[in-house]
Nanobody, 116 residues
Framework: VQLVESGGGLVQAGGSLRLSCVEFNSRGLFNTMGWYRQAPGKQREFVARFEIGGSATYSDSVKGRFTISRDIDKNTIYLQMNSLKPEDAGIYYC???????????WGQGTQVTISS
């Protein structure tokens, strides 16, 4: 499995971006699939994900502003980010958790920069 993110860039505070994550060589069912982010000097943190049943979960910091979605036919998930704040800046990683080895995959990340 390979996860490839795109869609990052520079945007003004209050603006929007849509990130994409394409899953290549899909293994089928996953436990969770979603997005994490890491700001400089900080630990990687959870942003949003799909659970195994298809429901979406969000961190409190992005709830109401970010929306995760998926296109099953394209093996792609998206993260629509609205009302962006400077604290949303960082590298956004696509993540997939599996029930068996190797148990998880990470994408290479896409940079999101917010100008105030």
């Amino acid at each position: 499995v390979q996860l490839v993110e795109s869609g990052g860039g520079l945007v003004q505070a209050g603006g929007s971006l849509r990130l994409s994550c394409v899953e290549f060589n899909s293994r089928g069912l996953f436990n969770t699939m979603g997005w994490y982010r890491q700001a400089p000097g900080k630990q990687r943190e959870f942003v949003a994900r799909f659970e195994i049943g298809g429901s979406a979960t969000y961190s409190d910091s992005v709830k109401g502003r970010f929306t995760i979605s998926r296109d099953i036919d394209k093996n792609t998930i998206y993260l629509q980010m609205n009302s962006l704040k400077p604290e949303d800046a960082g590298i956004y990683y696509c993540h997939q958790a599996l029930q068996s080895f190797p148990y998880e995959y990470w994408g290479q990340g896409t940079q999101v920069t917010i100008s105030s």
